[in-house]
């Protein structure tokens, strides 16, 4: 069974930057590729919820409250997947958890993002 393990998460003045990073084990190149793949985010006393994935067909989804601000990106070659978080805001301020196929698949043990006002 793939293995995720997140990074970079950590204290941050608002407008500030982290750059998450999810390293996967476990997983070869073409499933890691094919996957849907992504990051989501769990807040005090709130659900889980989608930040931003790769569909299957290597597209990204984005929640509506991070467009403009967070870029998803990936190194296939390292099967690592990334989180760029900019102009971060107190509401950022969540665990978030790297994910593959979605509610129901494997998850990471998640990072702590804590954005200070």
């Known amino acids: 069974q793939a293995q995720l393990v997140e990074s970079g998460g950590g204290l941050v003045q608002a407008g500030g930057s982290l750059k998450l990073t999810c390293k996967t084990s476990r997983m070869i190149t073409s499933t890691f590729v094919s996957s849907v793949m992504g990051w989501y985010r769990q807040a005090p006393e709130k659900e889980r919820e989608l930040v931003a994935t790769y569909s299957s067909d290597g597209r990204t989804n984005y929640a509506d409250s991070v467009k403009g601000r967070f870029t998803l990106s990936r190194d296939s070659s390292r099967k690592i997947l990334y989180l760029q978080m900019n102009n971060l805001q107190p509401d950022a301020t969540a665990v978030y958890y790297c994910?593959?196929?979605?509610?129901?698949?494997?998850w990471g043990q998640g990072t702590q993002v804590t954005v200070s006002s």
């Open positions: 994910n593959r196929d979605g509610p129901h698949g494997s």
